[in-house]
Protein backbone atom coordinates (compact mmCIF):
# COMPACT_ATOMS: atom_id res chain seq x y z
CA UNK A 1 0.00 0.00 0.00
CA UNK A 2 1.24 3.37 -1.30
CA UNK A 3 2.11 5.69 1.85
CA UNK A 4 1.19 9.30 0.82
CA UNK A 5 4.00 12.18 0.88
CA UNK A 6 3.64 14.58 4.13
CA UNK A 7 2.69 18.03 3.52
CA UNK A 8 2.11 21.20 4.98
CA UNK A 9 -0.51 23.82 4.16
CA UNK A 10 0.31 27.28 2.68
CA UNK A 11 -0.82 29.84 0.14
CA UNK A 12 1.10 30.88 -2.91
CA UNK A 13 3.49 33.19 -1.58
CA UNK A 14 4.72 30.79 0.82
CA UNK A 15 5.00 27.92 -1.34
CA UNK A 16 7.49 30.59 -3.46
CA UNK A 17 9.10 31.24 -0.23
CA UNK A 18 9.51 27.26 0.52
CA UNK A 19 11.18 26.69 -2.70
CA UNK A 20 13.60 29.08 -3.29
CA UNK A 21 15.20 28.33 0.36
CA UNK A 22 14.78 25.01 -0.67
CA UNK A 23 17.35 25.17 -3.50
CA UNK A 24 19.48 27.69 -1.73
CA UNK A 25 20.13 24.77 1.04
CA UNK A 26 20.26 22.19 -1.51
CA UNK A 27 22.82 23.90 -4.27
CA UNK A 28 25.72 26.39 -3.23
CA UNK A 29 25.26 27.10 -6.72
CA UNK A 30 22.26 28.36 -6.15
CA UNK A 31 22.17 32.27 -6.06
CA UNK A 32 18.96 34.90 -6.05
CA UNK A 33 19.25 38.48 -7.51
CA UNK A 34 16.86 41.49 -7.70
CA UNK A 35 15.76 44.48 -6.15
CA UNK A 36 15.41 44.54 -2.91
CA UNK A 37 15.78 40.62 -2.09
CA UNK A 38 18.06 41.18 0.53
CA UNK A 39 17.89 43.66 3.75
CA UNK A 40 14.33 44.37 2.81
CA UNK A 41 13.60 40.20 1.59
CA UNK A 42 11.57 40.82 -0.93
CA UNK A 43 8.56 43.49 -1.62
CA UNK A 44 6.02 40.52 -0.24
CA UNK A 45 8.63 39.48 1.95
CA UNK A 46 9.44 36.02 0.05
CA UNK A 47 13.29 36.51 0.90
CA UNK A 48 13.19 37.62 4.10
CA UNK A 49 15.93 36.66 6.53
CA UNK A 50 17.46 35.13 3.26
CA UNK A 51 20.59 37.34 3.12
CA UNK A 52 21.21 36.65 6.74
CA UNK A 53 21.53 32.80 6.50
CA UNK A 54 22.82 32.80 3.15
CA UNK A 55 25.39 35.89 3.23
CA UNK A 56 25.43 38.92 0.31
CA UNK A 57 27.16 36.39 -2.24
CA UNK A 58 24.15 34.70 -2.64
CA UNK A 59 21.30 36.84 -2.22
CA UNK A 60 22.16 39.91 -3.93
CA UNK A 61 20.86 43.49 -4.07
CA UNK A 62 20.55 44.86 -7.40
CA UNK A 63 20.42 48.23 -8.55
CA UNK A 64 17.01 49.60 -9.87
CA UNK A 65 18.26 47.85 -13.52
CA UNK A 66 16.32 45.46 -15.10
CA UNK A 67 18.71 45.12 -18.20
CA UNK A 68 21.40 44.58 -15.46
CA UNK A 69 19.90 42.12 -13.49
CA UNK A 70 18.97 39.49 -16.03
CA UNK A 71 21.93 40.33 -17.85
CA UNK A 72 24.62 39.44 -15.16
CA UNK A 73 22.14 36.35 -14.50
CA UNK A 74 23.08 35.41 -17.84
CA UNK A 75 26.40 35.65 -17.25
CA UNK A 76 26.19 33.62 -13.91
CA UNK A 77 24.23 30.79 -15.77
CA UNK A 78 26.64 30.77 -18.41
CA UNK A 79 29.62 30.29 -16.24
CA UNK A 80 27.61 27.32 -14.21
CA UNK A 81 25.59 29.05 -11.64
CA UNK A 82 21.88 28.61 -10.85
CA UNK A 83 20.86 32.44 -11.23
CA UNK A 84 17.50 32.98 -10.01
CA UNK A 85 16.67 36.62 -10.86
CA UNK A 86 13.77 38.44 -9.66
CA UNK A 87 11.67 41.37 -11.56
CA UNK A 88 10.00 43.12 -9.29
CA UNK A 89 6.65 43.53 -10.95
CA UNK A 90 6.12 41.85 -14.39
CA UNK A 91 5.78 46.01 -15.85
CA UNK A 92 8.94 46.56 -15.16
CA UNK A 93 10.84 43.42 -17.29
CA UNK A 94 10.97 45.74 -20.65
CA UNK A 95 14.38 46.62 -19.97
CA UNK A 96 15.57 42.99 -19.81
CA UNK A 97 13.78 42.38 -23.61
CA UNK A 98 16.83 42.11 -25.27
CA UNK A 99 19.11 40.03 -22.29
CA UNK A 100 15.47 37.57 -22.19
CA UNK A 101 14.88 36.80 -25.86
CA UNK A 102 18.21 38.18 -27.35
CA UNK A 103 20.55 36.12 -25.09
CA UNK A 104 19.34 33.99 -22.64
CA UNK A 105 16.47 32.30 -24.68
CA UNK A 106 19.37 31.82 -27.87
CA UNK A 107 22.85 31.02 -26.14
CA UNK A 108 22.22 26.68 -26.50
CA UNK A 109 21.31 27.15 -30.41
CA UNK A 110 23.86 30.20 -30.92
CA UNK A 111 26.59 27.79 -29.28
CA UNK A 112 25.67 24.93 -30.86
CA UNK A 113 25.36 23.24 -27.37
CA UNK A 114 28.51 24.17 -26.06
CA UNK A 115 26.55 26.07 -23.43
CA UNK A 116 23.77 26.34 -21.64
CA UNK A 117 21.79 29.39 -19.74
CA UNK A 118 20.13 27.53 -16.77
CA UNK A 119 18.50 30.61 -15.59
CA UNK A 120 14.88 31.40 -14.03
CA UNK A 121 13.06 34.41 -14.04
CA UNK A 122 10.36 35.26 -11.52
CA UNK A 123 8.03 38.10 -11.80
CA UNK A 124 4.44 38.84 -10.29
CA UNK A 125 1.60 39.69 -12.87
CA UNK A 126 -1.85 40.41 -13.38
CA UNK A 127 -4.52 42.57 -11.76
CA UNK A 128 -6.86 42.73 -9.13
CA UNK A 129 -5.03 44.65 -6.73
CA UNK A 130 -6.01 48.26 -7.48
CA UNK A 131 -1.89 48.57 -9.12
CA UNK A 132 -3.08 50.17 -11.98
CA UNK A 133 -0.91 50.43 -15.08
CA UNK A 134 2.54 50.38 -14.01
CA UNK A 135 1.83 47.41 -11.43
CA UNK A 136 -1.12 45.30 -13.37
CA UNK A 137 0.36 43.84 -16.75
CA UNK A 138 0.76 40.90 -18.41
CA UNK A 139 3.44 39.66 -20.15
CA UNK A 140 2.92 36.12 -21.37
CA UNK A 141 2.48 36.88 -24.71
CA UNK A 142 5.34 38.87 -25.72
CA UNK A 143 7.71 36.40 -24.71
CA UNK A 144 5.36 33.50 -25.83
CA UNK A 145 7.06 33.77 -30.15
CA UNK A 146 10.43 33.13 -28.30
CA UNK A 147 11.47 29.61 -29.04
CA UNK A 148 14.16 28.45 -26.33
CA UNK A 149 12.54 30.35 -24.00
CA UNK A 150 10.17 28.34 -20.96
CA UNK A 151 7.46 30.46 -19.29
CA UNK A 152 5.24 28.91 -16.52
CA UNK A 153 2.62 30.31 -14.91
CA UNK A 154 1.10 28.05 -11.79
CA UNK A 155 -1.98 28.73 -9.85
CA UNK A 156 -1.94 26.34 -6.46
CA UNK A 157 0.86 25.61 -3.94
CA UNK A 158 1.66 22.97 -4.79
CA UNK A 159 2.46 23.61 -8.77
CA UNK A 160 4.39 26.43 -7.37
CA UNK A 161 6.24 24.36 -5.67
CA UNK A 162 6.73 21.71 -8.28
CA UNK A 163 7.00 23.64 -11.31
CA UNK A 164 9.65 25.97 -9.47
CA UNK A 165 11.65 23.40 -8.74
CA UNK A 166 11.62 21.84 -11.95
CA UNK A 167 13.08 25.66 -13.82
CA UNK A 168 15.35 25.97 -11.10
CA UNK A 169 16.96 22.25 -11.88
CA UNK A 170 16.08 23.35 -15.86
CA UNK A 171 19.17 23.20 -17.96
CA UNK A 172 17.70 26.53 -19.95
CA UNK A 173 15.79 30.12 -19.08
CA UNK A 174 12.51 29.88 -17.36
CA UNK A 175 9.97 32.65 -17.21
CA UNK A 176 8.68 31.98 -14.14
CA UNK A 177 5.22 34.38 -13.80
CA UNK A 178 3.55 34.26 -10.14
CA UNK A 179 -0.20 35.94 -10.05
CA UNK A 180 -0.04 38.23 -7.12
CA UNK A 181 -3.50 38.29 -7.24
CA UNK A 182 -3.23 34.76 -5.43
CA UNK A 183 -0.22 35.10 -3.58
CA UNK A 184 -2.34 34.92 -0.10
CA UNK A 185 -5.94 34.62 -1.11
CA UNK A 186 -5.09 30.67 -2.15
CA UNK A 187 -3.85 27.67 0.03
CA UNK A 188 -3.64 24.17 0.05
CA UNK A 189 -1.59 21.02 0.88
CA UNK A 190 1.58 20.96 -0.40
CA UNK A 191 4.40 18.19 -0.03
CA UNK A 192 7.28 18.68 1.95
CA UNK A 193 10.86 17.84 1.14
CA UNK A 194 11.80 17.78 -2.37
CA UNK A 195 8.88 17.69 -5.41
CA UNK A 196 9.26 18.23 -8.92
CA UNK A 197 6.52 18.95 -11.80
CA UNK A 198 7.61 18.63 -15.78
CA UNK A 199 7.01 21.62 -17.44
CA UNK A 200 5.02 21.32 -20.29
CA UNK A 201 2.10 19.84 -18.78
CA UNK A 202 -1.31 20.67 -17.55
CA UNK A 203 -3.92 19.21 -15.25
CA UNK A 204 -7.39 18.23 -15.76
CA UNK A 205 -8.22 20.73 -12.43
CA UNK A 206 -11.93 19.50 -12.45
CA UNK A 207 -13.44 17.28 -14.46
CA UNK A 208 -16.69 17.12 -17.22
CA UNK A 209 -18.31 16.30 -20.24
CA UNK A 210 -20.20 18.97 -21.46
CA UNK A 211 -17.42 21.81 -22.43
CA UNK A 212 -13.59 22.35 -22.17
CA UNK A 213 -12.41 25.41 -20.00
CA UNK A 214 -8.74 26.46 -20.57
CA UNK A 215 -6.83 29.11 -18.28
CA UNK A 216 -4.05 29.73 -15.94
CA UNK A 217 -3.09 31.86 -13.39
CA UNK A 218 -6.28 33.86 -11.55
CA UNK A 219 -9.05 32.48 -13.69
CA UNK A 220 -8.08 28.89 -13.31
CA UNK A 221 -9.41 29.60 -9.68
CA UNK A 222 -13.08 31.81 -10.63
CA UNK A 223 -13.17 29.21 -13.60
CA UNK A 224 -13.62 26.33 -11.20
CA UNK A 225 -16.03 28.32 -9.10
CA UNK A 226 -18.29 29.00 -11.92
CA UNK A 227 -18.27 25.63 -12.99
CA UNK A 228 -19.47 24.73 -9.75
CA UNK A 229 -22.23 26.90 -9.63
CA UNK A 230 -23.40 25.65 -13.08
CA UNK A 231 -23.01 22.19 -11.36
CA UNK A 232 -26.82 22.66 -9.56
CA UNK A 233 -27.47 23.23 -12.91
CA UNK A 234 -26.92 19.57 -14.35
CA UNK A 235 -23.81 21.33 -16.26
CA UNK A 236 -20.36 19.47 -16.71
CA UNK A 237 -17.44 21.54 -17.20
CA UNK A 238 -14.00 20.30 -17.48
CA UNK A 239 -11.40 22.88 -16.17
CA UNK A 240 -8.04 22.89 -17.86
CA UNK A 241 -5.05 24.67 -15.93
CA UNK A 242 -2.16 25.18 -18.64
CA UNK A 243 -0.10 25.67 -15.81
CA UNK A 244 2.73 25.62 -18.56
CA UNK A 245 2.31 28.30 -21.21
CA UNK A 246 5.07 27.28 -23.28
CA UNK A 247 5.78 24.76 -23.78
CA UNK A 248 1.92 24.04 -23.92
CA UNK A 249 0.07 20.32 -23.23
CA UNK A 250 -1.46 20.49 -26.30
CA UNK A 251 -2.40 16.44 -26.03
CA UNK A 252 -4.38 17.32 -23.07
CA UNK A 253 -5.84 19.98 -24.57
CA UNK A 254 -7.21 17.77 -27.14
CA UNK A 255 -8.07 14.61 -25.51
CA UNK A 256 -10.65 17.00 -23.57
CA UNK A 257 -12.20 18.77 -26.32
CA UNK A 258 -12.42 15.32 -27.72
CA UNK A 259 -14.90 14.39 -25.03
CA UNK A 260 -16.60 17.74 -24.49
CA UNK A 261 -16.56 18.85 -28.11
CA UNK A 262 -16.55 22.74 -26.87
CA UNK A 263 -14.12 24.94 -25.91
CA UNK A 264 -13.75 27.89 -23.83
CA UNK A 265 -10.35 30.39 -23.69
CA UNK A 266 -10.25 32.46 -20.60
CA UNK A 267 -6.84 34.42 -20.06
CA UNK A 268 -6.33 38.10 -18.39
CA UNK A 269 -4.17 39.69 -20.87
CA UNK A 270 -5.52 41.26 -23.71
CA UNK A 271 -7.24 39.01 -26.47
CA UNK A 272 -5.52 40.33 -29.50
CA UNK A 273 -2.57 37.76 -30.10
CA UNK A 274 -2.74 36.42 -26.74
CA UNK A 275 -2.27 32.57 -25.65
CA UNK A 276 -5.83 32.38 -26.50
CA UNK A 277 -5.47 32.81 -30.46
CA UNK A 278 -2.61 30.07 -30.08
CA UNK A 279 -4.58 27.76 -28.42
CA UNK A 280 -7.43 28.16 -30.58
CA UNK A 281 -5.50 28.24 -33.56
CA UNK A 282 -4.23 25.02 -32.42
CA UNK A 283 -7.23 23.52 -31.88
CA UNK A 284 -9.18 24.57 -34.93
CA UNK A 285 -5.79 22.69 -36.82
CA UNK A 286 -5.91 19.35 -35.29
CA UNK A 287 -9.78 19.13 -33.42
CA UNK A 288 -11.87 21.22 -36.07
CA UNK A 289 -14.41 18.26 -36.94
CA UNK A 290 -14.74 17.07 -33.18
CA UNK A 291 -16.03 20.65 -32.12
CA UNK A 292 -19.78 20.83 -31.85
CA UNK A 293 -19.96 25.21 -31.10
CA UNK A 294 -17.36 28.12 -32.12
CA UNK A 295 -14.74 28.39 -30.16
CA UNK A 296 -14.95 31.32 -27.73
CA UNK A 297 -11.99 33.01 -25.68
CA UNK A 298 -12.93 35.57 -23.07
CA UNK A 299 -10.19 37.68 -22.38
CA UNK A 300 -9.21 41.19 -21.23
CA UNK A 301 -10.09 43.78 -23.32
CA UNK A 302 -7.52 45.22 -26.11
CA UNK A 303 -6.45 48.74 -23.59
CA UNK A 304 -3.17 49.98 -23.09
CA UNK A 305 -3.39 49.60 -19.44
CA UNK A 306 -5.43 48.44 -16.13
CA UNK A 307 -6.99 51.67 -14.69
CA UNK A 308 -6.62 52.54 -11.12
CA UNK A 309 -10.24 53.62 -10.28
CA UNK A 310 -12.26 50.35 -8.69
CA UNK A 311 -14.72 50.96 -11.81
CA UNK A 312 -12.08 50.60 -14.50
CA UNK A 313 -10.30 47.36 -13.13
CA UNK A 314 -13.58 46.00 -12.34
CA UNK A 315 -14.54 46.46 -16.57
CA UNK A 316 -11.07 45.22 -17.37
CA UNK A 317 -10.96 41.87 -15.38
CA UNK A 318 -13.43 39.21 -16.06
CA UNK A 319 -15.86 38.52 -13.00
CA UNK A 320 -16.83 34.77 -12.24
CA UNK A 321 -20.21 35.75 -13.22
CA UNK A 322 -19.04 36.58 -16.84
CA UNK A 323 -17.61 33.01 -16.94
CA UNK A 324 -20.39 31.07 -16.05
CA UNK A 325 -22.53 32.80 -18.44
CA UNK A 326 -20.34 32.37 -21.28
CA UNK A 327 -20.27 28.28 -20.07
CA UNK A 328 -23.88 28.65 -19.77
CA UNK A 329 -23.99 29.98 -23.26
CA UNK A 330 -21.78 27.15 -24.56
CA UNK A 331 -23.03 24.33 -23.33
CA UNK A 332 -26.70 25.17 -24.01
CA UNK A 333 -25.41 25.74 -28.07
Known amino acids: MAVAAPTQTMNNVEAVRAT???????????IVLGEDVGARGNVFLITKGFIEEFGPERIVDTPLAEASIVGIAVGMAME??????????????????????GEAAKTRYRSNGDYTCPLVIRTPYGGGVRGALSHSVSI?????????????????????????????????????????RTYRLVKGEVPTGRYT?????????????????????????????AAARLEGDGMSIEVIDLRSIRPMDKGTILESIRKTRKLLIVHEDNKFGGIGAEIAAMVAEEAFFDLDAPIRRLCGP?????????????????????????????VRF
Open 20 to 30: LYEALKADPRT
Open 80 to 101: GLRPIAEIQFADFIYPAFNQIV
Open 140 to 180: EALFYHVPGLKIVAPSFPADIKGLLTSAIEDPDPVLFLEHK
Open 197 to 225: IPIGKADVKRAGDQLTVVSYGLYVHQALD
Open 302 to 330: DVPAMGYAAPLEEEFMISTEQMAETMREL
